[in-house]
């Protein structure tokens, strides 16, 4: 995504089984390279992950944000 995924917003390189299109490529963001998925952010299915990570980006918007639920 040229500028940046924004918060709450799907990422266009996901495919219909959320996975990762570009992943192992060059072009995938180093920010991805640097992530590392743990339990405690990622949970132990894709409902327990959208509902940590929309908890994670609630809590740490800047006060009078809110989270898009676009594409979720
Ligand atoms: S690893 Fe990065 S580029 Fe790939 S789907 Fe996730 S956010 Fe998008």
């Known amino acids: 995504m040229p500028d940046g995924k924004p918060a709450g917003e799907r990422c266009i390189q996901l495919d219909t089984h959320n996975r990762c299109?570009?992943?192992?490529?060059?072009?995938r963001p180093e920010v991805c390279l640097r992530f590392s998925a743990t339990v405690?952010?990622?949970?132990?299915?894709?409902?327990?992950?959208?509902?940590l990570l929309r908890w994670?980006?609630?809590?740490?918007l800047p006060?009078?944000?809110s989270v898009s639920t676009q594409g979720q």
């Open 21 to 27: 299109q570009i992943f192992g490529l060059p072009e």
């Open 40 to 51: 405690d952010v990622c949970g132990r299915s894709d409902p327990e992950a959208y509902e």
């Open 63 to 65: 006060k009078g944000d």
């Open 56 to 60: 994670l980006e609630e809590d740490t």
